[in-house]
């Protein structure tokens, strides 16, 4: 959800991207390459091929390093149904959302569901919410669109104000409670090989 300059990523593949940029080393921060000296060189990471189970931690909780405790980020993250990740990993191919994890509230008084997209018959899906206490179907709005983070305009009563004060006060926010901190993709029709399936992790090369 955050590069590592401190920018805001909005969504998946903008985080992948950021993930996957190559970093040149140059000046104070070259490269020293034994009995060259400084060198100017790139520094990256390439994925050479992904499980068929994608598990993604959203890294929702931060610690603050002039408070040094750990704070909730709240800013909006948006997610597909499907991604194709072919762009990040050859041969890739399509991923379709199966599962998020939601946590709910802030780093005192939390907990955490799941949402889970399971198939209700031939060619249709539905959606289940589990919790501590039970399971129950959900829509896919409330397991997936629900869950981005953000912001939403706070309900209030507009007959405390005159009609120019109305126009002149700015919405009053609040940020969702409920977001999302990771999210697992399955794959779509494609066979997993062995190498892949036997580690249960990406396959990366750094440089």
Not at 5 to 24: F, I, P, Q, T
Not at 61 to 78: C, G, N
Not at 92 to 100: I, P
């Amino acid at each position: 959800m955050q590069a590592a300059d401190g920018r805001l990523l909005h969504n998946l593949e903008e985080s992948m991207r950021e993930l996957l940029a190559e970093e040149v080393l140059e000046g104070n921060n070259a490269y020293a390459a034994d009995g060259h000296g400084l060198q100017r060189a790139k520094k990256g990471v390439r994925i050479k091929h992904l499980p068929r189970v994608l598990l993604l931690n959203l890294a929702r909780m931060r610690v603050d390093p002039t408070t040094m405790r750990v704070r909730k980020m709240y800013k909006k993250f948006e997610f597909p149904l499907e991604v194709n990740l072919s762009a990040f990993a050859p041969g890739a191919g399509l991923y379709r959302l199966h599962a998020v994890i939601v946590h709910s509230g802030n780093t005192n008084h939390g907990e955490y569901h799941t949402h889970v997209r399971v198939s209700a018959q031939e060619g249709s899906q539905r959606w289940l919410t589990f919790n501590e206490k039970a399971v129950a179907p959900c829509s896919e709005r409330s397991a997936v669109d629900a869950n981005f983070g953000g912001k939403d305009v706070k309900v209030w009563n507009y007959f405390d104000l005159l009609p120019d004060e109305i126009g002149m006060s700015p919405l009053q926010c609040t940020c969702r409670s409920d977001c999302a901190c990771a999210l697992v993709y399955v794959r779509v029709g494609v066979d997993v090989p062995a190498e892949s399936s036997s580690s249960g992790q990406p396959s990366c090369e750094f440089f």
